[in-house]
């Protein structure tokens, strides 16, 4: 069993700042992808930032303001977001390609989303 836990949604002022944890636990062999998305009310699910073997990429709405990373001996990886505006308010969503096992197929894991919200 896989499990993805975020945590770090909260509420704040436009122009605040937030850090997004999601941590992956169970019976994990290897990891080479993670990425966040979100998912604003009445809107579809879409990619914010993945990274990829050491390679990340950014949703061109964020790009200079929110920075991915990950810690390999954690299986954790992050989401610094900085000058937060009204518009990045979702429920932001981990997700992850796992193997389990050395033998097993790659599978595709989500989060339970936590929200964030930017007013003032």
């Known amino acids: 069993q896989v499990q993805l836990v975020e945590s770090g949604g909260d509420l704040v002022q436009p122009g605040g700042s937030l850090r997004l944890s999601c941590a992956a636990s169970?019976?994990?062999?290897?990891?080479?992808?993670m990425g966040w998305y979100r998912q604003a009310p009445g809107k579809q699910r879409d990619l914010v930032a993945s990274?990829?073997?050491?390679?990340?990429n950014y949703a061109d709405s964020v790009k200079g303001r929110f920075t991915i990373s990950r810690d390999n001996a954690k299986n954790t990886v992050y989401l610094q977001m900085n000058s937060l505006k009204s518009e990045d308010t979702a429920v932001y969503y981990c997700n992850a390609v796992i193997w389990r096992t050395r033998r097993e197929q790659a599978s595709e894991y989500w989060g339970q989303g936590t929200q964030v919200t930017v007013s003032s």
């Open positions: 990274i990829t073997n050491g390679i990340t």
């Open positions: 169970g019976s994990i062999f290897s990891i080479n992808h």
